[in-house]
């Protein structure tokens, strides 16, 4: 359907890209990472009009990564920076903001909309909790870089910010790999599911999968434990309510 490009692409704009920039070369994790969304989104809009604004939302990143990669040819060959570098940074990081934000507020929309038509209503919720996990991102985000916020709180403050930026991501690759593995095209619901070519993917969906059978046992344990001991104390109560009829007879 375009949910496994869709996760790489995801992968390697908002993780590997950080492990590219350590040597200079985010901006290609970008351009690779955003043209892997821009395609598994492009075969997702066939199932769902839903996924078109986040396709074109990925374009924005797509640029962000060339101007990266002229911000790092156009120091190391031609000398340039000063001020205009320091501008041009800053544009930069407030457009990749905005950028971010409103490509995941678009695709986790899109991605409720067709777990809701699909009937995956657990998925749905989890697409639903991320979008609220992305937006108080954006308002540490933006909190963080008023002028008027004092040193004292400005670390706590980037913390959490930094907190629900790693919890979101995570949450959002094990959105998209319960997708994967919970989503076909019509016709397909009784074709055996393959593995994944990257074994990652494969351990993490397995990992999930021994963490919600887990849950679902002790939930289960749980429940029968309540039950069990409800149905000890039924005859106690009801012992009781006959002595006390007896003594009203009295």
């Known amino acids: 359907m375009g949910f496994g490009y869709l996760l790489l692409g995801y992968v390697i704009t908002y993780f590997l890209s950080i492990t590219a920039g350590a040597i200079g070369i985010a901006w290609l994790a970008l351009l690779i990472g955003s043209l ?46 000063g001020h205009a570098a320091d501008v041009m940074t800053t544009v930069i990081t407030w457009v990749s903001f905005a950028a971010t934000l409103l490509f995941h507020f678009a695709m986790l929309y ?3 909309v067709l777990a809701l038509e699909v009937g995956l209503n657990k998925l749905s919720s989890h697409a639903m909790y991320n979008t609220l996990a992305v937006g108080i991102w954006a308002a540490l985000y933006l909190l963080c870089n008023m002028p008027s916020v004092g040193e004292r709180v400005l670390p ?7 907190l629900f930026n790693f919890a ?28 994944s070519r ?20 002790n939930s289960r344990a749980d429940g029968d434990a309540f039950w069990h001991k409800h149905m000890e104390k039924k005859p106690q109560e009801n012992t009781t309510k006959k002595q006390h009829k007896k003594k009203k007879k009295k």
């Open 36 to 81: 892997l969304m821009f395609w598994g989104l492009r075969g997702l809009c066939r199932f769902n009009l839903s996924f078109v604004p986040a396709k074109w939302l990925t374009l924005p990143l797509f640029a962000l990564g060339l101007c990266r990669l002229w911000q790092d040819t156009a120091g190391a060959w031609f000398g340039w920076g």
């Open 110 to 112: 899109a991605v409720r």
């Open 156 to 162: 706590y403050l980037g913390f959490s910010m930094s």
């Open 168 to 195: 979101y991501l995570i949450s959002t690759i094990v959105l998209l790999v319960r997708c994967t593995k919970n989503i076909c095209a019509e016709g397909d619901e009784d074709v055996p599911l393959k593995p």
């Open 198 to 217: 990257f074994a990652w993917v494969n351990r993490m969906g397995e990992a999930y999968s021994q963490m919600m059978d887990k849950l679902k046992s």
